[in-house]
């Protein structure tokens, strides 16, 4: 994704910038939630809140190409499903409520503060501005703005 607006960037940079190690960690303590080695898993999301200032639930699903762009203050429940190509901004909330968690389809954009609650769904192609708060569905191909979020052709 760096590379992709002309940036220069050694291997080593790329994945010593906090987005990358915060994703590392997640997939990390994700892999290893799945099966006896929970407690590791704990100790990875630990990690990512101290180094990161995130908090991921180590059950979340993310389909390839998560870029959390900066982690500081990105929480997200367990329970959340997205599709692949999902870039989060820094103090995104993506949360429960009621045991209800949001559901994030393919290529979809969070900005900085940000707030998905409930058992909302995104459609794929979403952008959602910068502190919207998503409590209602928002259909595929539009930008979401304003509190609460409405979409936008």
């Known amino acids: 994704m760096f590379a992709d607006d002309g940036a220069h960037l050694s291997l080593l940079r790329l ?22 080695l929970s407690p ?8 990512n809140k101290w180094f990161n200032g995130c908090v991921i639930g180590v059950k979340a699903q993310f389909g390839k190409g998560l870029v959390i762009m900066h982690p500081v203050g990105v929480v997200i429940n367990s329970k959340v499903v997205t ?8 103090g995104v909330v993506i949360g429960d409520e009621k045991g209800l968690s949001p559901t994030i389809g393919n290529d979809v954009f969070i900005g900085t503060g940000a707030k998905i609650i409930g058992g909302v769904t995104i459609g794929d192609n979403v952008k959602i501005g910068a502190n919207a708060v998503v409590v209602k569905d928002i259909p595929s ?11 936008k052709q």
Do not use: M, W, Y
């Not at 994945?15 to 006896?36: E, K, M, N, Q, V």
């Not at 599709?83 to 820094?90: A, Y």
């Not at 539009?142 to 509190?147: E, F, K, S, V």
């Open 40 to 47: 590791l898993g704990l100790i990875f999301q630990i990690l």
């Open 15 to 36: 994945l010593l910038t906090d987005g990358t190690s915060a994703t590392f960690l997640f997939r990390l303590s994700h892999l290893c939630s799945r099966g006896f």
């Open 141 to 151: 191909n539009c930008t979401a703005l304003g509190i609460p979020a409405k979409p």
């Open 83 to 90: 599709g692949e190509r999902v870039v989060i901004e820094s």
